[in-house]
């Protein structure tokens, strides 16, 4: 999970870029970066926040009226500096990248790029990759005037080696603004336009805050290319089943985004109606319905309307802690739930309290959240998710499989009840998930909660995965 952003128009783009990365800044905390055009590329990248990365003196030196902003959140890369994107490359005519997703054939693609094309690759990041296969298919072309038809040509070939999930923003110098998406809609890309400029970004937050008005998303397996003089050129490169994540809804995205014509708050009530369900099916009877803060509140309001039962606040949250998802040592994770989470004793005393959250990957997490709440007295802790089990890998850009063991991998619900320390454990099924998000099933990639993947994906991937997965299991054991 990233976050990118791309501004072309009249006014001094970073002005636009360095808040839009703010309102992103969820999407990725381990580093940002963005690159603008006037006279040549200004870069500014780093590990960490907006904040840290970014000061009124480099954004200064950040002229143009074009450019491109990233957050990362890492993937495919060890999340070095040199991970860092955008990427920018010097020939033909001078791009820069920045990319949202996966290639899920990335190994092979680098491979062939070092060994045939003779390219001399310095990251581990799939953004790089791109950025020369997109190098090599317009240097191919050797054109002194770059049309949309050729650079939509360009991006054609680029799609027809890429397997994965992208959403990719990329500058040409002097020329103008690119972006597209692949043929599934994977990774979540909005557009902007208000009277002088045009802006793309990974959630809509960005724009609201930006003041666009004319919003879309781009769609899936389309390429859009504005030109410095704000021509605006679309092409549908490739046609694909829509797939998009549906963990977005869950937890990625911010609630007052609308990612496809979908409002991620109301699609998290749903799912808490949805869960509501479940909880009454198990015939549950808290005197408490909680939310885990921040991304459950909306889903628990919903489980207590749905059970009619309090709902309340009971664990206050250190805003300035990172999400503990992204933490990279389970070490850390362990720490940061009682760094970032505080129980407000009165309301748990004595109670029957069902805790909502939105999924659990290694239970590590709702482990710590159970005790805490029984330290402060919680007669009995019962535990509801509003996402089914996590069992399967992402391949698609979310590094939640490769850090350890997802914990309904190989386990009953009961043996994961049990391992959590919880007095009922409530999953939401599949059927839930997807209705209360609220499109068709089709619409949507559900992989990580049934292994069915909308792509293709390499067993030598699968293999990558596999020995990180078990080597992460050494380190936490
Ligand atoms: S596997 Fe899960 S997290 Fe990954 S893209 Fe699909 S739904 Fe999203």
Do not use: W
């Not at 001399?120 to 790089?128: F, G, I, P, V």
């Not at 999930?165 to 040409?172: G, I, K, Q, R």
């Not at 605006?232 to 797939?243: D, H, R």
């Not at 009877?285 to 039962?309: C, H, N, S, W």
């Amino acid at each position: 999970m990233c976050g990118i952003i791309g501004i072309i128009g009249q006014e001094r783009a970073i002005d636009r870029i360095y808040p839009g990365l703010l309102a992103l800044q969820h999407r990725g905390q381990d580093a940002a970066g963005a690159v603008t055009f006037e006279n040549g590329f200004q870069l500014k990248k780093g590990n960490g926040l907006v904040l840290s990365v970014f000061n009124p003196k480099n954004i200064e030196r950040l002229n143009g009226n074009t450019g491109i902003g990233h957050v990362r959140y890492p993937t495919v890369g060890a999340g070095s500096a040199e991970d860092a994107q955008p990427f920018i490359i010097t020939a033909p005519y001078g791009i820069a990248l920045a990319h949202n997703g996966n290639l899920v054939n990335f190994f092979d693609l680098k491979k062939d790029l070092i060994e045939n094309q003779l390219r001399y690759l310095n990251s581990n990041c799939d953004a790089e990759v791109m950025l020369n296969l997109l190098s090599v298919e317009l240097s191919r072309m050797n054109l002194k005037k770059l049309s949309a038809e050729k650079l939509f040509a360009a991006v054609r070939a680029m799609y027809r080696k890429m397997i994965g999930s992208y959403a990719v923003v990329s500058l040409l110098a002097g020329k103008g603004l690119l972006a597209f998406r692949d043929k599934h809609g994977i990774k979540p890309l909005i557009m902007g336009k208000n009277s002088t400029s045009y802006c793309f970004a990974s959630e809509s937050v960005a724009l609201d805050l930006l003041g666009y008005k004319e919003m879309r998303d781009v769609q899936p397996g389309e390429a859009i290319f504005i030109d410095t003089e704000n021509n605006f050129y679309t092409e549908q490169i490739q046609k694909g089943n829509k797939a998009a994540c549906i963990f977005e809804y869950v937890y990625f995205a911010r609630p007052d985004s609308i990612i496809d014509g979908l409002g991620v708050y109301e699609a998290r009530l749903r799912l808490g109606e949805e869960l509501g369900k479940e909880c009454l099916k198990q015939n549950l009877k808290p005197d408490v319905v909680m939310p885990v803060p921040d991304t459950a509140r909306g889903a628990a309001q919903l489980v207590a309307e749905v059970l009619g039962v309090k709902h309340r606040e009971g664990l206050i949250k250190n805003r300035y802690i990172y999400r503990t998802f992204i933490m990279p040592t389970q070490a850390e994770r362990i720490e940061a739930v009682r760094l970032k989470l505080n129980p407000i004793k009165p309301e748990i005393k004595g109670k029957d309290v069902l805790l909502v959250d939105d999924s659990i990957v290694r239970g590590n997490t709702s482990r710590e959240i159970i005790s805490l709440i029984r330290s402060v007295g919680a007669r009995r802790v019962y535990y509801a998710l509003y996402s089914p089990p996590l069992r399967f890998p992402c391949v698609y850009g979310i590094d939640m499989q490769t850090r350890g063991e997802f914990i309904a991998r190989d386990k009953t619900i009961g043996e994961i009840r049990k391992s959590i320390d919880a007095d009922a454990l409530v999953y939401q099924t599949v059927n839930g998930l997807v209705k209360g998000v609220g499109a068709g099933a089709k619409s949507f990639c559900t992989a990580c909660f049934t292994g069915a993947y909308p792509s293709k994906v390499p067993p030598l991937l699968m293999e990558h995965i596999e020995a990180d997965r078990m080597l992460a299991k050494d380190l936490d054991s």
